[in-house]
């Protein structure tokens, strides 16, 4: 292999590597629709949803339903979902999230000062990852539908 493809593979290795299962997930300051700031590590939950989504995305459209099911039928067990908005304006992402759960936690960073998208590799949404209480990956990249089913079985280990 050449050697400027197997740096650029390494870079990747590197840029991908605090995201696999079993790390701690790199830790975010975003706001809240009052502008006020949100900590992902200061979120207490037994387990937290990530959800990076966009108001204009069709696939988030659809996502969302089944988030909002899963979220229903878990939340009484520690559950909380953590809806991070990926647009540049906030103006779209206040209109969405009327119609979005309140008890969800709703935050932005329209200008990626917290540099969310690198972080954790967004450049397909939505994406879900799935936290325990220490902030550990257990799930990256699953399906909504397929959060509850994930939740119980991982509840059921301990």
């Avoid at 659809?62 to 067990?77: F, G």
């Avoid at 936690?105 to 397909?124: C, L, M, P, V």
């Avoid at 936290?131 to 799930?139: F, G, M, P, Y």
Wanted: proline share 4%; charged share 30%; net charge negative.
């Amino acid at each position: 292999m050449e050697e400027d493809r197997l740096a650029s593979l390494q870079q990747r290795l590197d840029e991908l590597k605090p995201l696999m299962i079993g790390e701690v997930a790199p830790n975010i300051k975003i706001y809240d629709p009052d502008a006020e700031p949100l900590v992902l590590h200061d979120i207490e939950a037994d387990y937290l949803v990530l959800y990076f989504w966009d108001s204009e995305c069709v696939f988030c459209r659809e996502a969302t339903p089944k988030l909002k099911e899963a979220h229903n039928q878990l939340r009484d067990q520690g559950v909380k979902v953590f809806a991070i908005n990926t647009e540049t304006d906030s103006s779209k992402w206040l209109r969405a999230i009327a119609g979005y759960p309140q008890d969800w936690i709703h935050g932005h960073d329209i200008h990626n000062e917290s540099d969310f998208r690198d972080k954790y590799a967004i450049y397909a949404i939505p994406m879900i990852f799935i936290l325990d209480s220490e902030k550990r990956i257990l799930a990256k990249g699953i399906g909504a539908e397929h959060v509850a089913q994930f939740l119980r079985q991982e509840m059921s280990r301990r």
